[in-house]
């Protein structure tokens, strides 16, 4: 929110200007720390349409956190104010909730309290692991420096859900399409075919029939397959919501063939990289496991990490207990830990390790889009081909009978 402002100084000095807050009273609080008085302070009205207000989701794109960190990085590195770079980058994002937040913390900084400490304010957007380098940052100095290792770690993650996205979408595409045509061929074929051979008693192919019995199944009955599939889906969101629910899915998950071994993938980098900013950062190994713990989301890998975490806390080596889950960390990456201990450059090995399990991981995606296409070509084929001759059959048996 903007407002325009009218004051004067201790001198009787008139000024004139506008200030950036997340309220009327936050933005009176901010002028009186200049030792101004105020004597008008009004919001300015800016006409937006109806849909500019509305948030289809409020969750924060990670490509837009890494082009924040990103900038705020840069402004620091040149010497701009943090409060300053902080108004600045809010006056730049569109995003209504993200813009709101960045105002809020910069009120917050203003008024004294640490740059870390004033994200926490927003855990949904700022989540632990962003918090400890910053932290670890203003520790050591290099806040500009622990906001770039941050940006970058945004960066490498939005890419892999970038291609992973990219990949589904021409699987989505030609399955909707797949079922429109299935839908137009029930609903406004299939009546008319079946009333003709109806008129003309010609006995219906097997496909056909099947057709034709399906057809008459789902108009009688299409409230109840309604219904059902209506509490299926509640039954399954809700389920799966709930914390049993949610460990039963991402065990599930771990076990599906091909699935599993890019998951695996996946969580690797995501694991290797979280250690290895924030061993750069300046952060402990034993305080690295327990943060990337927290930002874990898959329950048996938080487990995992939970394990490694204390059993480093107690002494051993993390290669010797990663070495225990073969099952999770291949040899390759255990044998690669065990050389950046012995050398105290563990924080290096491990960004090897990322930059390794990044490209398998691009293979992977592009093989499963290059054998996904002929698969999907195949069955949308054979689909068309049942659909086909049920039809051409029948029209067939139709005009022989004329």
């Known amino acids: 929110m903007r407002f325009n402002y009218k004051a004067r100084t201790k001198e009787g000095k008139v000024e004139l200007g506008t200030i950036e807050a997340s ?20 919001e300015i ?9 509305i948030e289809l989701s409020k969750r924060i794109p990670k490509k837009d956190l890494a082009i924040f960190f990103r900038q705020l990085s840069i402004m620091l590195e040149s010497q701009v104010p943090v409060v300053g770079s902080l108004r600045s980058l809010g006056g730049q994002i569109r995003k209504k909730s993200f813009k709101e937040a960045i105002v809020q913390i910069a009120n917050l900084v203003e008024e004294g309290m640490p740059l870390s400490q004033a994200f926490t304010t927003h855990p949904k957007i ?3 692991f962003y918090i400890n380098l910053i932290k670890s940052g203003e520790a050591s100095g290099k806040i500009s420096a622990a906001l770039y290792h941050v ?10 859900i970038a291609q992973v996205r990219q990949a589904m979408i021409y699987p989505i595409f030609v399955i909707s399409f797949l079922f429109v045509v299935v839908i137009i061929i029930v609903l406004f074929l299939l009546p008319k075919i079946g009333a003709l051979i109806k008129e003309t008693g010609v006995e219906p192919s097997f496909f056909t029939q099947l057709m034709l019995d399906s057809y008459r199944v789902l108009g009688s009955y299409w409230w109840a ?5 209506l509490l299926a889906t509640l039954f399954f969101v809700y389920y799966f919501r709930t914390m049993s629910g949610r460990r039963m899915y991402e065990k599930v998950s771990l076990r599906i063939p091909l699935l599993n071994d890019f998951l695996k993938k996946v969580f690797l980098v995501r694991f290797c990289s979280n250690i290895s900013t924030l061993l750069l950062a300046g952060v402990s190994i034993n305080k690295s496991l327990a943060i990337t713990g927290e930002t874990v989301n898959n329950a048996v890998y938080k487990q995992l990490v939970s394990e490694i975490e204390q059993k480093v806390s107690e002494g051993e080596q993390m290669s010797q207990v990663l070495a225990v889950h073969e099952d999770y960390f291949p040899r390759f990456v255990t044998q690669i830990v065990k050389v950046g201990e ?12 990322v930059n390794f399990y990044q490209k398998e991981i691009k293979r992977s995606i592009d093989l499963f889009s290059s054998l996904l296409e002929p698969t999907i070509i195949i069955f949308l084929g054979v689909v068309i081909t049942i659909l086909a001759i049920s039809v051409l059959s029948s029209l067939y048996g139709v005009i022989g009978a004329l």
């Open 151 to 160: 940006s970058d770690h945004l960066e490498k993650e939005s890419d892999i």
């Open 342 to 353: 012995e050398t105290g450059k563990l924080d290096v090995v491990l960004k090897e390790v």
């Open 23 to 42: 309220s009327q009273e936050a933005a009176a609080s901010l002028l009186q720390k200049y030792n101004i008085f105020i004597t008008t302070l009004e």
């Open 126 to 128: 700022f989540d632990p």
């Open 225 to 229: 397959f309604a219904l059902l599939i």
């Open 45 to 53: 009205k800016t006409k937006q349409s109806f849909f500019a207000n």
